[in-house]
């Protein structure tokens, strides 16, 4: 079985930059991609940014210019550098990760909560 784990999330003021990383565990034969997402109380759960084979597939137009998904496959870990942040960035960011046609191979992370002060 298949863990991430998020860490990095805090409280940052906007402007700033915050930069959270998702690990990786187990069997991770089967993951294909991953990415992240992020969900602000009251809204449904978004998706930020994705990546596959080192290469970004998407960036949400709410973080161009801003976010950059990057990962490093030896450490199995996957990050998102978020610059320039805004207060509407204020959500719990989770990480995702899924197999190319194996419909099993899908897993969250327990998100980490990212709080961007005024």
């Known amino acids: 079985q298949v863990q991430l784990v998020e860490s990095g999330g805090g409280l940052v003021q906007a402007g700033g930059s915050l930069r959270v990383s998702c690990v990786a565990s187990?069997?991770?034969?089967?993951?294909?991609?991953m990415a992240w997402y992020r969900q602000a109380p009251g809204k449904e759960r978004e998706l930020v940014a994705g990546?596959?084979?080192?290469?970004?597939?998407y960036l949400a137009d709410s973080g161009k210019g801003r976010f950059t998904i990057s990962g490093d496959n030896a450490k199995n870990t996957v990050y998102l550098l978020m610059n320039s942040l805004k207060t509407e960035d204020t959500a719990v960011y989770y990480c995702?990760?899924?197999?190319?046609?194996?419909?099993?191979?899908?897993?969250w992370g327990q998100g980490t909560q990212v709080t961007v002060s005024s």
């Open positions: 187990g069997d991770t034969t089967c993951i294909a991609a």
């Open positions: 990546i596959r084979d080192g290469v970004t597939t």
């Open positions: 995702n990760a899924l197999g190319e046609f194996d419909r099993n191979c899908k897993f």
